[in-house]
């Protein structure tokens, strides 16, 4: 006879969505289907059983394994797993036989423990230490002896009743009585006498390892919130939706206890990851936003092994005859295995990670769909000038391979023409009719259309770092002027501010991802952030940007054995990624081999459209800008990067003696207060002084002097150290 079950009723159920995760595919998975009617009108499908058919043996057989797993989730967490059974059973044989040394020294303790008590009993020491304390042992002492007189007399006739009473009960009923009697007070004072966790002497209990409970169940989760501390000693948990086991994990949803804050839960994973006794990589929280969740709502998943040390998924991009650069590129998988896309329009892509963490496979992914779209233009710089991305030298409009000078200029140049483009974009933008262009964006449309002249942009520039930090001037005729490095910062950051909406998109990798390297100016506008494994969590921030940290993301907690594993945030609201959580990502494995084939694939399609460009297909040289639009350039290129960084204490060095070269009259010599000079310019005493040392004017000896009839000594400064200072500069 055969029966038909669920296959498991925990198993099943929907996923539970959760905001935050990146867009999970759905439209291609495959599911059940539903019988189609032969004709007339649709009926709705009755609901669908996801089950498999299972002998009666069979089902007992599961019936009895779950009501044995269930048994055996009810044991201590210690006796769940093979490992720490061992272990423990091991511990619990050692202390066996410890047992007839350990025994006697326990009751030894008890009988020192009781003795002490009973002593404290008979002197009435806690009264007596009160009467001390008050001062009043003196007017209390009547009282306190007669209290100990009598509980000497008690202990007296107590241990002359017990004395006899044994007596009695060894001549009539024998010694065994006895015997029980003794063992049973010999067991009491080895309860009392025993170690216990923390006293001195107490070692580290063996066997003792913590380990997630096997079969988690409500309680066990309770507990581990309340000992990580995100919730209260007498709070509870709300299961939302019950707890569910499947083949990677354990995942339920949870409410916390009015007022307490998903977002605060988060922050504190690994402390609860620890309270639940797993590594925090194997804990996944993520907050249950919209019309479904609130503040107080958590979905919570823990697997049961390491999710990112499965093998690497290898990317769809490998096999794709081409690609649609408008929807968002298949990236990587989260830990759960719900697939991650990552828009490469109206934002850009800046990625970050200490060397060899999958930096340079990541940065490609994008850059391959750009290759098999056929409408993309792709510029490419590879500071590292390595062979990583050598096969796009086929269909790039523009490629730099390495970093030194000439390279650097040229990359200048073709930035120029790409910042002139984004101008001239806009201007046309702007001239289109509303129905062709209805936002002065790009559309689809637009940009497939070689008549436009505006495809889609990717502007990829791998280890940027060796082109931002190139300190050689950029006009050779002006040794001091701008630097070849600062020209790059500039064109980059007025590209990734207006470029987006003129279908420029920038992806940009670094492995030393700190504001040095980097300027904020340039970083503000890069909306899309990944950052796989870095060394702290202050490269972390630089990355993701300011208060990620504090909110629990921290690309320095991934491990360095997790390669193309990185936390992905979308920073700029202009794309589906969530701007708020970041979600761990799996990236997809494309290696170099399946990337060249892709960008033959891509340049085939290229040829076949007529958008075959640039370098790939032997125009090398630039144009050179009109020399009106370079003009207009300069200055939007300029304002869009704001000033030139410069150290704040040179600014404000010049500043305080300037201020002052105008307000000392000629005649004036000697000291003055420091108040009465920051009073004529303006400023406040304390920040003169400062700024005066600072600028390395002298103080006088003493620095504090009476002045101008004043009663107490005042903060002065030299007139003439100051006027030579002044000189000086
Ligand atoms: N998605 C992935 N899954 C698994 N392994 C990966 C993945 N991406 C990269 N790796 C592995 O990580 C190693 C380092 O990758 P990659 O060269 O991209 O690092 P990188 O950060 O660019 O290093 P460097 O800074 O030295 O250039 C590669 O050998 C690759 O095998």
């Known amino acids: 006879m055969t029966r038909a079950a669920r296959k498991d009723d925990d198993m099943a159920g929907e996923l539970i969505p959760?905001?935050?995760?990146?867009?999970?595919?759905?439209?291609?998975?495959?599911?059940?289907?539903?019988?189609?009617?032969?004709a007339g009108p649709v009926q709705p499908a009755e609901p669908v059983l996801d089950g498999e058919l299972i002998s009666e043996a069979e089902y007992r057989r599961s019936k009895a394994r779950r009501l044995a797993e269930s048994a055996m989730s009810k044991l201590p967490a210690k006796w769940q797993s093979p490992e720490t059974a061992k272990q423990a059973g091991a511990a619990l044989a050692g202390r066996a036989a410890l047992a007839p040394v350990r025994y006697p020294a326990a009751v030894g303790r008890g009988l020192v423990v009781s003795a002490r008590a009973w002593w404290a009993w008979v002197r009435v020491a806690d009264f007596y230490d009160a009467a001390r304390s008050s001062d009043s042992l003196a007017s209390r002492w009547q009282e306190i002896a007669v209290v100990r007189r009598r509980r000497g007399v008690i202990t007296l006739v107590a241990t002359c009743a017990t004395g006899l009473g044994g007596l009695v009960v060894d001549l009539t009923a024998g010694s065994v009585p006895l015997a029980v009697a003794g063992g049973?007070?010999?067991?009491?004072?080895?309860?009392?006498?025993?170690?216990?966790?923390?006293?001195?002497?107490?070692?580290?209990?063996?066997?003792?390892?913590?380990?997630?409970?096997?079969?988690?169940?409500?309680?066990?989760?309770?507990?581990?919130?309340?000992?990580?501390g995100v919730i209260g000693k007498a709070d509870r948990l709300y299961?939302?939706?019950?707890?569910?086991?499947?083949?990677?994990?354990?995942?339920?949803?949870?409410?916390?206890?009015?007022?307490?804050?998903?977002?605060?839960v988060i922050?504190?994973?690994?402390?609860?990851?620890?309270?639940?006794?797993?590594?925090?990589?194997?804990?996944?929280?993520?907050?249950?936003?919209?019309?479904?969740?609130?503040?107080?709502?958590?979905?919570?998943?823990?697997?049961?092994?390491?999710?990112?040390?499965?093998?690497?998924?290898?990317?769809?991009?490998?096999?794709?005859?081409?690609?649609?650069?408008?929807?968002?590129?298949?990236?990587?998988?989260?830990?759960?295995?719900?697939?991650?896309?990552?828009?490469?329009?109206?934002?850009?892509?800046?990625?970050?990670?200490?060397?060899?963490?999958?930096?340079?496979?990541?940065?490609?992914?994008?850059?391959?769909?750009?290759?098999?779209?056929?409408?993309?233009?792709?510029?490419?710089?590879?500071?590292?000038?390595?062979?990583?991305?050598?096969?796009?030298?086929?269909?790039?409009?523009?490629?730099?391979r390495g970093s030194r000078e000439s390279e650097a200029r040229r990359l200048i140049a073709v930035l120029e023409e790409c910042a002139a483009d984004v101008a001239d974009r806009f201007d046309r933008l702007s001239e289109m009719d509303?129905?062709?262009?209805?936002?002065?964006?790009?559309?689809?449309?637009?940009?497939?259309?070689?008549?436009?002249?505006?495809?889609?942009?990717?502007?990829?520039?791998?280890?940027?770092?060796?082109?931002?930090?190139?300190?050689?001037?950029?006009?050779?005729?002006?040794?001091?002027?701008?630097?070849?490095?600062?020209?790059?910062y500039e064109l980059?950051?007025?590209?990734?501010?207006?470029?987006?909406?003129?279908?420029?998109?920038?992806?940009?990798?670094?492995?030393?991802?700190?504001?040095?390297?980097?300027p904020d100016g340039l970083r503000g506008q890069l909306g899309t952030r990944f950052a796989l494994r870095v060394m702290n969590w202050q490269a972390s921030e630089t990355i993701m940007g300011a208060g990620t940290y504090k909110a629990g993301v921290d690309a320095s907690k991934l491990l360095s054995s997790h390669k193309g594993v990185g936390l992905l945030l979308g920073a700029d609201g202009e794309t589906e990624l969530s701007a708020g959580d970041a979600v761990v990502v799996r990236t997809h494995l494309l290696h170099i081999a399946a990337i060249r084939a892709a960008c033959e694939r891509g340049r085939a399609l290229r040829e076949q459209a007529g958008t075959l460009t640039g370098d790939a297909a032997g125009q090398n040289d630039l144009a050179a800008l009109d020399p009106t639009v370079a003009a207009r350039l300069a200055d939007e290129v300029t304002a869009t990067a704001g000033p030139e960084p410069?150290?704040?204490?040179?600014?404000?060095?010049?500043?305080?003696?300037?201020?002052?070269?105008?307000?000392?009259?000629?005649?004036?010599?000697?000291?003055?207060?420091?108040?009465?000079?920051?009073?004529?310019?303006?400023?406040?005493?304390?920040?003169?002084?400062?700024?005066?040392?600072?600028?390395?004017?002298?103080?006088?000896?003493?620095?504090?002097?009476?002045?101008?009839?004043?009663?107490?000594?005042?903060?002065?400064?030299?007139?003439?150290?100051?006027?030579?200072?002044?000189?000086?500069?």
Request: neutral net charge.
């Open 184 to 228: 049973a007070v010999s067991v009491a004072l080895a309860v009392a006498g025993r170690r216990k966790d923390g006293s001195p002497g107490r070692q580290a209990v063996l066997g003792g390892a913590r380990s997630l409970a096997m079969l988690l169940d409500g309680d066990n989760l309770v507990q581990a919130f309340r000992d990580a």
């Open 492 to 518: 980059l950051t007025f590209i990734a501010k207006t470029g987006p909406a003129a279908g420029y998109s920038l992806v940009l990798a670094t492995q030393r991802p700190d504001a040095k390297v980097i």
């Open 434 to 488: 509303d129905t062709l262009c209805p936002e002065s964006k790009v559309t689809p449309e637009i940009t497939r259309d070689p008549a436009h002249r505006m495809p889609l942009t990717v502007i990829g520039i791998d280890e940027i770092q060796n082109y931002l930090g190139l300190d050689m001037p950029l006009n050779e005729d002006e040794p001091k002027g701008k630097r070849v490095g600062q020209r790059i």
């Open 267 to 400: 922050a504190k994973r690994e402390t609860l990851a620890s309270a639940l006794a797993v590594d925090e990589v194997r804990l996944i929280l993520e907050r249950v936003r919209g019309d479904k969740g609130h503040a107080g709502r958590l979905a919570v998943w823990i697997g049961h092994a390491d999710p990112y040390a499965a093998d690497p998924v290898p990317s769809p991009l490998a096999t794709a005859a081409s690609w649609d650069l408008w929807k968002p590129v298949p990236f990587g998988t989260t830990a759960r295995g719900a697939a991650v896309n990552l828009p490469v329009v109206w934002t850009s892509l800046l990625i970050g990670a200490i060397p060899r963490q999958g930096k340079t496979f990541v940065m490609r992914l994008p850059i391959t769909a750009a290759a098999l779209d056929p409408h993309v233009r792709l510029i490419i710089a590879d500071g590292k000038g390595g062979k990583d991305f050598r096969p796009f030298e086929q269909v790039a409009h523009r490629f730099i």
């Open 18 to 38: 959760f905001p935050g995760a990146a867009t999970p595919a759905t439209a291609d998975e495959p599911g059940p289907v539903a019988p189609v009617p032969a």
């Open 239 to 264: 299961l939302v939706e019950r707890l569910r086991r499947d083949d990677t994990g354990f995942s339920l949803v949870v409410d916390l206890p009015a007022g307490r804050r998903a977002s605060d």
């Open 646 to 729: 410069v150290d704040a204490e040179l600014v404000e060095l010049p500043a305080a003696l300037a201020a002052l070269a105008d307000v000392l009259v000629d005649d004036e010599h000697g000291v003055v207060a420091v108040a009465e000079l920051a009073s004529r310019v303006g400023w406040s005493a304390k920040a003169l002084g400062e700024a005066l040392t600072r600028a390395g004017v002298p103080s006088p000896t003493p620095a504090r002097q009476r002045v101008n009839g004043s009663k107490n000594a005042v903060s002065v400064a030299d007139l003439d150290a100051i006027r030579v200072a002044i000189d000086g500069r």
